[in-house]
């Protein structure tokens, strides 16, 4: 799925590069859906925004600074708060253009002092990276609310419970900043919450104010914050012990409120009905694409039974065919050739294992690749019916129709 480049660093194989473009375009098509429009930003910046900020020197070892030939002092994003400011205040000059909700999925980079499990949190990772600017704290809280919401679904369709909890701001700033985290005993984040906070749904309409209002509040009111959050006593105060779930999380998703921390520094400010100025409130919600496909392995990976099943919407594969070879017998792989042309013409994304490896070696290779669907042909499949198995349950021997229409009712579901 990836291999490693250098420390930190990653190439995208097959495999893996399937799976993240699956997982961006759910990403994408749930900020779309409450209007935000994509953009996108380069990755190399000059230093001249970052100084007009004031985090030039704050943000340290962890930019990667580079000189062009002009001696010019450029950097690689970590991400992109000022750029967004920059574009914002040279299109934008008046409130009758606000809100404006702005994304790109592009990459970034930062030198991590400890890039550890592979591409949980490496150095150059894929995020997508979104920049509210409203008129005023009350929109601008409306703005963050329906990210909140937008959060809520993304993962859901990821088939990941993200549970939203109460973060610091760090060199982002700001005072309103919720974390998004799942379940994962390898995850590096120490969370405490309360376990009522799984049974919650995340239904709400963009549209309205006091509906995502009332979404975010339905969260809050359980005790549910990081590491660095944590009140010992409050949390013994808030909780009844049998609801108290200290555990350690992945972070896949963070949001972040901090008024006109940007738009004050870079002069990003807009007309306002009476005539006067004032700088427009800004919001920044990250979402880490590229981390994801290491979070959703350690969240559907089996480590009993050593099987690992991707969400169908980003399995690299819906379905393997995985025919025993012989060498001097070529039957089983035309017999595999016949049946991905029916799938083919079904839509149904498939691959054909045809290595010489013996059976039981690729069977336990596709348990572990993830792909959800497996077609066997081994030396008992005679006649009309072919073995197939969902991965986790048992074999069934159907005729391809049959196969067929399961795997459409399997995305039809979906
Ligand atoms: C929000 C968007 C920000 O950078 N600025 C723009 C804000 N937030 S963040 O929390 O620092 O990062 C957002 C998400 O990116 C992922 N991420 C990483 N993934 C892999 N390796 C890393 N080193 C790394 N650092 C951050 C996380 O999913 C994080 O929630």
Request: net charge negative; with cysteine.
């Amino acid at each position: 799925m990836i291999k490693q480049s250098s420390a930190g660093i990653y190439s995208w194989l097959p495999l893996g590069f399937k799976v993240m473009k699956k997982i961006e375009k759910i990403v994408r098509e749930e900020q779309n859906k409450i209007g935000a429009q994509e953009i996108l930003m380069p990755t190399i910046q000059s230093s001249e925004i970052w100084k007009e900020s004031g985090r030039y020197d704050d943000y340290g070892d962890e930019m990667l600074r580079i000189k062009d030939r002009q001696d010019r002092e450029m950097l690689y994003g970590p991400t992109n708060e000022e750029l967004v400011t920059d574009i914002f205040r040279s299109s934008i000059k008046s409130y009758k253009s606000l809100p404006q909700l702005l994304y790109h999925i592009q990459w970034k980079f930062r030198d991590e002092v400890r890039p550890r499990f592979g591409i949980m949190r490496c150095r150059e990772f894929y995020m997508k990276d979104a920049y509210s600017f409203d008129l005023n704290d009350d929109e601008a809280v409306f703005s963050y609310n329906k990210f909140f919401l937008s959060y809520l679904k993304t993962f859901k369709r990821l088939e990941l419970t993200a549970i939203p909890m109460a973060a610091d701001t760090g060199p982002i700033g700001g005072n309103l900043s919720h974390e998004f985290i799942i379940l994962a005993d390898t995850g590096e984040s120490k969370i405490f919450t309360d376990k009522r906070i799984f049974d919650l749904d995340s239904e709400g309409s963009i549209i309205e104010k006091k509906s995502l209002e009332n979404l975010r509040k339905k969260y809050e009111r359980f005790y549910s914050v990081t590491d660095e959050k944590f009140d010992k006593e409050e949390f013994e105060k808030e909780v009844d012990k049998e609801n108290r779930l200290i555990t350690k999380g992945i972070e896949v998703g963070h949001i972040f409120y901090f008024g006109d921390k940007y738009s004050k520094a870079l002069n990003a400010a807009v007309d306002l009905p009476d005539g006067k100025k004032d700088y427009v409130k800004m919001g920044s919600y990250g979402i880490g694409v590229s981390r994801l496909v290491g979070a959703i392995i350690e969240a559907k990976y089996d480590d009993k039974k050593e099987i690992m099943k991707w969400p169908l919407s980003i399995a690299p594969y819906e379905l393997a065919i995985i025919p025993m070879i012989n060498k001097n017998d070529t039957s089983t792989l035309e017999k595999a050739s016949k049946i991905l042309k029916h799938l083919e013409n079904n839509n149904i994304d498939t691959i054909i294992d045809d290595t010489d490896e013996n059976l039981s070696s690729k069977i336990k290779k596709f348990n572990l690749i993830g792909v959800p669907n497996q077609i066997i042909i081994g030396k008992k499949s005679e006649g009309d019916t072919i073995e197939f198995k969902e991965i986790g349950k048992d074999t069934q021997n159907l005729t391809i129709e049959q196969i067929i229409k399961i795997l459409t009712e399997q995305k039809a579901n979906n």
